[in-house]
T-cell receptor, first 116, second 109 residues
Framework: GAVVSQHPSRVICKSGTSVKIECRSL??????MFWYRQFPKQSLMLMATSNEGSKATYEQGVEKDKFLINHASLTLSTLTVTSAHPEDSSFYIC????????????FGQGTRLTVV | GQNIDQPTEMTATEGAIVQINCTYQTSGFNGLFWYQQHAGEAPTFLSYNVLDGLEEKGRFSSFLSRSKGYSYLLLKELQMKDSASYLC??????????WGAGTKLIIKP
């Protein structure tokens, strides 16, 4: 079964509104979670690293004020896309490593965001 | 710079064997991962290699040669459901995952 749960799986929102995506680790604690964006027929692009209890680390070119990340607990990280625009339409995926040796990386189911 | 190379697309026949190669050049190495991704879905973890050699998991095996910066994913007894993209990713010295663009595998009857 899924060990990382992401919600919602699909969302359609109007331009200018905000959308929150949740990522939960179900049976383990994740001090670090990763947020990716994937455009059609392209590979995953790391957006930011979410750290429990501290600020997220954003990749170059990713707007911190637009993509708000909160990692308030060891099992939950949220990504909020603020003032969404059509170009933000994409597939957003979170992941976390499980295991003391950090050898198993699991992904959430992904969120298909469409901004109209 | 950091780079992961894998073929864009491969075609194989149901019941056959296929090998998907991955070469990498990264800042440090802390393991190599293979993921399977069906269209419209999130990637699914397949394998992890950190030491040289072959790791076998049922129909899937993954090989690593750190000195050559090379890995392959071997799929045996191919089934139609194996049609998917296969992503190679390397964890670098900063424990960041560097992703290949993925190999689209097409299985024909």
């Amino acid at each position: 079964g899924a060990v990382v749960s992401q919600h919602p799986s699909r969302v359609i929102c109007k331009s200018g509104t905000s959308v929150k995506i949740e990522c939960r680790s179900l049976d383990f604690q994740a001090t670090t979670m990763f947020w990716y964006r994937q455009f059609p027929k392209q590979s995953l692009m790391l957006m930011a690293t979410s750290n429990e209890g501290s600020k997220a680390t954003y990749e170059q070119g990713v707007e911190k004020d637009k993509f708000l990340i909160n990692h308030a607990s060891l099992t939950l990280s949220t990504l909020t896309v603020t003032s969404a625009h059509p170009e933000d339409s994409s597939f957003y995926i979170c992941s976390a490593f499980r295991g003391t040796m950090n050898t198993e990386a699991f992904f959430g189911q992904g969120t298909r965001l469409t901004v109209v | 710079g950091q780079n992961i190379d894998q073929p864009t697309e491969m075609t194989a026949t149901e019941g056959a064997i296929v090998q998907i190669n991955c070469t990498y050049q990264t800042s440090g190495f802390n393991g190599l991962f293979w993921y399977q991704q069906h269209a419209g879905e999130a990637p699914t973890f397949l394998s992890y290699n950190v030491l040289d050699g072959l790791e076998e998991k049922g129909r899937f095996s993954s090989f690593l040669s750190r000195s050559k910066g090379y890995s392959y994913l071997l799929l045996k007894e191919l089934q139609m459901k194996d049609s998917a993209s296969y992503l190679c990713a390397v964890r670098d010295s900063n424990y960041q995952l560097i992703w290949g663009a993925g190999t689209k595998l097409i299985i024909k009857p």
